[in-house]
């Protein structure tokens, strides 16, 4: 069966970032922004949905972000993200946070973010994506608690659209 019929395997969408942090991505204080991480952790996110998607893809929804650890100038950060579930047109990324200190070895998970994606065609149109293939029971997992995420946000907006009536 070729691939187009039945997905791709989560494996497919990984991608890894790595940045060193300078002093134009702190504040006063020498901690990063947390503005700057969530860019890159967009940035990270949108790359593992394109790869699965093979289309350009904008982000629709932030559902979590929260910074555990500061993350210090001169450290290096490391984003790994993959798509962690897929629906009609969209896409949700689990993205992982590790910083490192590159003098000592010493690294610091600073946070999990999901966020969600759609894939659009040419003429910035949702388009359908193929569905995702997971290959542990892990993955099988995190893809049934996407599509309760899912089902959750669709209910949000839902809610939202009538009290803005």
Request: glycine share 6%; proline share 5%; charged share 20%.
């Amino acid at each position: 069966m070729s691939e187009s019929l039945r997905g791709k395997p989560i494996s497919a969408s990984q991608v890894t970032l790595a940045q060193l942090m300078q002093p134009q991505h702190a504040n006063t204080l020498g901690n990063v922004h947390g503005g700057w991480i969530m860019q890159l952790v967009d940035e990270t996110g949108a790359l593992a949905c394109m790869r699965h998607s093979q289309q350009r893809v904008v982000t629709v929804a932030v559902d979590q972000m929260t910074f555990r650890q500061p993350i210090r100038i001169g450290d290096l950060v490391t984003m790994n993200a993959e798509v962690s579930y897929v629906g009609r047109t969209s896409m949700e990324a689990e993205v992982q946070v590790e910083d490192e200190n590159p003098i000592t070895g010493q690294r610091t998970h600073t946070n999990t973010a999901y966020l969600v994606y759609v894939a659009l065609d040419e003429a910035g149109r949702p388009i359908p994506v193929l569905p995702l293939i997971p290959g542990t029971e892990a993955q099988q997992k995190r893809m049934q608690e996407g599509r309760a995420w899912q089902d959750h946000r669709l209910a949000q907006v839902q809610k939202n659209d009538r009290n803005e009536r």
